[in-house]
């Protein structure tokens, strides 16, 4: 048992004591309730679907059956610049050529 888990648990069964009205001759129970809700929150917190989808990673590179790998796909192009703002980049570029000292 990890000194993290053990710490857990014993922290949960003195609050599960306090709980129960500062019994005595208890303390084996309460320990064993808070090995018992620790192994269910374990249970619950590592399952495949306790994970988002959206935090489940992608893998980087595809293989396919046959053993090759899949190239990635490119981005679409609207990542390109729009039509606007190539013609004000191409004017700028002719101004500073026109400008230049001979």
């Known amino acids: 048992m990890t000194d993290a888990r053990r710490e857990w648990i014993s922290k949960r069964a003195y609050t599960i004591w306090e709980e129960s009205g500062r019994s005595h001759g208890h303390d084996g129970d309460h320990w064993e309730q808070a090995v018992r809700e620790r ?3 374990e249970k619950v917190a590592l399952a495949p ?5 959206k ?13 090759e790998t899949a190239k990635p796909k490119k981005k679409a192009a609207a990542a ?5 703002a190539k013609a004000v980049a191409k004017a700028k570029t002719a101004k500073a050529a026109n400008t230049k000292p001979i």
């Open 39 to 41: 192994d269910e929150f």
């Open 49 to 53: 679907e306790a994970v988002p989808a």
């Open 55 to 67: 935090l489940a990673k992608k893998p980087l590179i595809e293989i396919s059956a046959n053993g």
């Open 80 to 84: 390109e610049k729009p039509v606007a």
